[in-house]
């Protein structure tokens, strides 16, 4: 992916106003350095005409590291121009239907973050939550947004927890307090199953012959079979239970597994 020249911002995006589109001043002249114009504009925020790219951008641009970096800039070439400007961390977002995340920085943490969004061009994020309030919430305040889930948080403490997880795990772990015991107690809510089956399985476990496994790809190494010997269930219906029927493995009855399911 690259974000090249100037493109006119979707109309639901446009009325977020939470995006700012740079632009040429010349209309007629092509230009795919908006990633340039995005963090620029970032680092020098003007309250009015702040999409204009004007001579005083371009002497704030001077002071970015671009050397070897061409325009337009990909994705993979950001990484680049964060070791080239270590005070600069920059993480883009993705819309199609709905915003994602297709960059975020590793150096979030240290510097001050840039928000783009990548859509055919860069265009830079002036307010995050603005930007993604729609789609996860009918609150209208202020959030707090986490680049890796967007899921959104009341304050940057709450935010700052998170992360804590989120950046390690994909699901957070919450343990109880010692002492502290789960029971259900609306049994009240709870029905009877009129018939449960209980069935269970045995097995013996022949080692097996293999080759040795390729050490370069992925591969599951196999060493044992385990071939059934012996099959038991038995039926309880309204609190009564049936007697055992076992399947078990002989000379007559090989495949007690196949028996147990009617093919033997």
């Known amino acids: 992916m690259r974000g090249g020249t100037y493109v006119k911002l979707p109309e639901f995006l446009s009325r ?102 990548e859509n055919k061009h860069f265009f830079l994020v002036k307010s995050l939550s603005r930007l ?49 015991v789960a029971a259900f107690k609306n049994h009240k809510h709870s029905m009877k199953v009129p018939i449960v089956v209980y069935a269970d399985i045995e097995s013996f476990t022949r080692p097996i012959d293999t080759c040795n496994p390729y050490p370069e790809k992925s591969f599951t190494k196999k060493y044992q079979k385990h071939e059934p010997s012996g099959i038991c269930f038995f039926v309880k219906c309204l609190g009564k239970f049936s007697q055992p029927v076992f399947f078990h493995k002989n000379e007559r009855r090989r495949k007690c597994f196949k028996h147990f399911c009617g093919e033997a």
């Not at 009341?154 to 002492?179: I, M």
């Open 132 to 180: 993604c309030s729609s789609q996860s919430s009918k609150d209208t305040r202020k959030k707090e947004y986490c680049l890796r889930c967007l899921n959104h948080f009341p304050s940057k403490n709450a935010l700052e927890q998170h992360e804590e997880y989120c950046d390690n795990y994909d699901v957070k772990l919450t343990l109880p307090e010692k002492g502290v």
């Open 16 to 117: 977020k106003e939470a995006l700012v589109n740079m632009k040429f001043r010349n209309e007629n002249k092509s230009d795919n350095q908006c990633f340039k114009w995005c963090v620029a504009r970032a680092l020098n925020p003007v309250e009015r005409n702040s999409g204009r790219v004007t001579q005083i951008l371009r002497k704030q641009s001077e002071s970015l590291n671009f050397t070897g970096i061409e325009f337009p800039v990909s994705l993979k070439a950001i990484d680049k121009f964060e070791r080239l400007n270590p005070k600069i961390a920059v993480s883009v977002l993705g819309y199609e239907n709905n915003i994602y995340s297709l960059r975020i920085s590793k150096f979030r943490r240290e510097n001050n973050v840039t928000h783009l969004l």
